[in-house]
């Protein structure tokens, strides 16, 4: 049976356990978030290799390779957060090529959970934003528990469903702070026009790692208060 005092936690605990993991281990995470940080450029060699103009038209196939890459950022992140549960070596190669292993799985995840809140957003809004939140675990969950695509998302629907409302404030922190700092710096752009891209890629290189980090924090605290084994918490 839970302990109902034990189920009591804090994002702030959370966003803090994961600055101690970053923080530690910045030869681990700095050159994977050097990943992202291509993958957030990436648009403008689409634009030049295809041709087309940074429009909202073009938006989804320019940001395509954006989320490809990401996607396998992320993967290497969540491989080398377990390794370090487990105090065991980090190697890139291997973190790389069993990252390879989950890619295609992982992109499908994502194709069907942003086609899934894209639904629901065009629906009524709302539906979009419970489908982003419940869902938000799956390619943690693919990552690190064997399962197949259909039994990631039920998992993770699963997992969030007795804490819905921090799960969800935590999903939508990460889009408002990356928002929010493209807004503060893009009053430089008077200034200087370099500024404003170098400390965007600057940031996502430092920022993205982070959110993940926390993202799987915050998955492992709530297996912790859901009494799994300890090996089906850290994969």
């Known amino acids: ?23 530690a281990n910045p030869s681990i995470f700095v050159p994977l978030g050097l990943i992202y940080g291509f993958g957030s450029i990436s648009y403008k060699f689409m634009s030049k290799l ?20 990401s996607t396998f950022a992320t993967i290497c992140v969540v491989i080398a957060l377990g390794k370090l549960a487990k105090n065991e070596e980090i ?24 086609l899934t809140i894209f639904t629901g957003l065009m629906l009524l809004i709302l539906p979009g934003i419970y489908f982003m939140t419940v ?26 469903s007795r804490h819905f409302f921090k799960v969800l404030t935590f999903s939508l922190l990460i889009p408002l702070t990356f928002l929010t700092f ?6 430089l752009q008077k200034y200087n026009s370099y500024l404003p891209n170098t400390l965007s890629l600057i940031f996502t290189i430092f920022m993205s790692p982070f959110f993940i980090i926390a993202q799987m924090c915050l998955l492992w605290r709530i297996k912790e208060i859901s009494d799994l084994p300890k090996e089906n918490i850290y994969g």
């Open 50 to 69: 295809l041709a087309l103009e940074v429009k909202v038209e073009n938006l989804p196939l320019l940001i395509l390779p954006d989320i490809l890459i």
């Open 182 to 187: 493209v807004t503060g710096i893009s009053y």
């Open 1 to 23: 049976m839970i302990n109902i005092k034990n189920e009591q936690f804090y994002l702030k605990e959370i966003f803090a356990r994961a600055f101690s993991i970053l923080r």
């Open 91 to 114: 190697y890139f190669p291997g973190i790389f090529l069993k990252a390879i292993a989950k890619y295609l799985l992982c992109i499908a995840a994502m194709f069907v959970y942003y």
């Open 135 to 160: 869902f938000s675990f799956i390619v943690l969950i693919i990552v690190t528990e064997e399962c197949s695509l259909m039994g990631a998302f039920s998992r993770s629907a699963f997992l969030v």
